[in-house]
Nanobody, 115 residues
């Protein structure tokens, strides 16, 4: 049974930073293509960052240069470092494989960027 548990969200002022964590069990993250997704209020889910099993990363244009996806193989955990946060980054953030499996979704972690 796969479990992905996200954490690290919160309320942050514009320009601030957060690091999200995704602790995985039931899968080995270094052997899978992983992604961070977000769903903003009233919008569709968006894939914002990907990390291939080989270590290649990709980002949606809106977060390039500000977000960094990484993993800790020993902890079987995927991270999303978010810098220079903007109000439009406000969303629920989830990790999953890329492409995603519907039954892998966790509870997500909420990020609110507001002054």
């Amino acid at each position: 049974q796969v479990q992905l548990v996200e954490s690290g969200g919160g309320l942050v002022q514009p320009g601030g930073s957060l690091r999200l964590s995704c602790a995985a069990s039931g899968i080995i993250v270094r052997l899978n293509h992983m992604g961070w997704y977000r769903r903003a209020p009233g919008k569709q889910r968006e894939l914002v960052a990907t990390l291939s099993s080989g270590g290649s990363t990709n980002y949606v244009d809106s977060v390039k240069g500000r977000f960094t996806i990484s993993r800790d193989n020993a902890k079987n955990t995927v991270y999303l470092r978010m810098n220079s946060l903007k109000p439009e980054d406000t969303a629920d953030y989830y990790c999953n494989t890329n492409p995603y499996f519907a039954n892998y979704w966790g509870q997500g972690t909420q990020v609110t960027v507001s002054s």
